[in-house]
Nanobody, 126 residues
Framework: QVQLVESGGGLVQAGGSLRLSCAASGRTFSSYTMGWFRQAPGKEREFVAGIYSSGGSTYYADSVKGRFTISRDNVKNTVYLQMKSLKPEDTAVYYC???????????????????WGQGTQVTVSS
C-alpha cells in the first residue's frame, strides 16, 4: 500500500513557476514508476509527466515538454514536478500516481497506475 500526498500548488501569474511535491509512504517507493496527471474543469484527466523507478527515464506530454521537469528522490520518497513558463491553460488539479507495472507503452495511461494522491490545485492567471 502506498499513500501519496501532493503539495505546492497555488495561484501564479502567467510566465511564473511552481514546484509540486508528492510525498509517498511505504518502504517500496523506489520500485514504483511515478506519474503526474492533471484535470481541468470540464476536461478529461491527462498525462503530464512520468519517471521510472530508477529516475533514469522521463516522459512528458508534448504540451509541457521543455517547460516542466519531473524528478524523484528515492531517499526522501518524494517525486517533484518543476513547472516553468506557466500558461493559463496549465490551470488544473494536479495528481501524482504510482504504479509498479508500467511500461514505456503504458506510462501515459492513468488506468495503469495503482495509487493516486488527492490532488493539488494550480491556477495560472493571465
Amino acid at each position: 500500500q502506498v499513500q501519496l500526498v501532493e503539495s505546492g500548488g497555488g495561484l501564479v501569474q502567467a510566465g511564473g513557476s511552481l514546484r509540486l511535491s508528492c510525498a509517498a509512504s511505504g518502504r517500496t517507493f523506489s520500485s514504483y514508476t511515478m506519474g503526474w496527471f492533471r484535470q481541468a474543469p470540464g476536461k478529461e484527466r491527462e498525462f503530464v509527466a512520468g519517471i521510472y523507478s530508477s529516475g533514469g527515464s522521463t516522459y512528458y506530454a508534448d504540451s509541457v515538454k521543455g517547460r516542466f521537469t519531473i524528478s524523484r528522490d528515492n531517499v526522501k520518497n518524494t517525486v517533484y514536478l518543476q513547472m516553468k513558463s506557466l500558461k493559463p491553460e496549465d490551470t488544473a488539479v494536479y495528481y501524482c500516481a504510482a504504479g509498479q507495472r508500467i511500461t514505456i507503452l503504458t506510462i501515459r495511461f492513468g488506468l495503469k497506475y495503482d495509487y493516486w494522491g488527492q490532488g493539488t490545485q494550480v491556477t495560472v492567471s493571465s
